[in-house]
């Protein structure tokens, strides 16, 4: 899955359009992954329709939540799930296949699956310093008193938001900019900029009403 800041610096993007809640845009742009931070399967908080998938049914989610879609938190949620189905069907494809993994050098090696996503997760680590900075991101969501979205969701306990925060703030706090071995900036840029045209086009195809 994408990164927590590469889900927010999509969320930001899409909120030059979208204008709402910013705060709320990002916290829901990452609460799908609370899941993992309290030990919950991934199957209910991304939609998956079996334990053993990786891409979100975006269809079961706005089946289900479409009307309330102009709450920034639910919108976020949405933009979370897209991106990540984004990221395995058509990015991550490209770059992990069968065992292997293209690196930034051009070679490809092959390993095995836990080996590829170290490779992947450390260079999250990597990146981050260089999206807050590109991005220009407002992370005092992360430092400041938690406003828990007054909305019920059978997915995620919206009660343990605070975990997934402290969480997260903890991982910011200790990124380091060292060398990327499978992604760098400009990858994850177009990536960024793929992901916020095609969830604009969804938004406009589903009819989601957005108020500033």
């Avoid at 991304?46 to 989610?61: E, G, Q, R, V």
């Avoid at 090696?109 to 080996?115: D, G, H, V």
């Amino acid at each position: 899955m994408a990164s927590a800041l590469i889900h927010i610096c999509v969320a930001k993007k899409l909120n030059e359009t979208l204008k709402v809640d910013e705060k709320a845009l990002f916290l829901g742009s990452i609460a799908p992954d609370l899941s993992k931070q309290i030990g919950l399967s991934k199957e209910k908080s991304h939609f998956l329709s079996t334990p053993k998938d990786s891409i979100p049914n975006t269809f079961a989610f706005i089946d289900k939540y479409k009307d309330q879609l102009n709450n920034p938190f639910l919108l976020g949620y949405f933009i979370h799930l897209y991106t990540d189905k984004i990221w395995f069907d058509e990015f991550m494809r490209k770059k992990v296949y069968e065992g292997s993994v293209h690196l930034m050098d051009g070679t490809t090696i092959s390993t095995s699956p836990e080996e590829i996503l170290k490779l992947i997760y450390d260079d999250y680590t990597n990146l981050n310093v260089q999206l807050i900075d590109e991005y220009n991101l407002d992370l005092s969501l992360f430092y400041e008193d938690l406003i828990l979205p007054t909305i019920e969701m059978d997915e995620i306990p919206i009660s343990k938001l605070p975990v997934l925060i402290e969480k997260m703030g903890i991982i910011i706090a200790n990124s380091k900019n060292s060398k990327s071995y499978v992604f760098d900036l400009d990858i994850i840029k177009k990536f960024i900029d793929y992901s916020v045209d095609k969830i604009l086009k969804k938004i406009a195809e589903y009819e989601i009403k957005v108020h500033p």
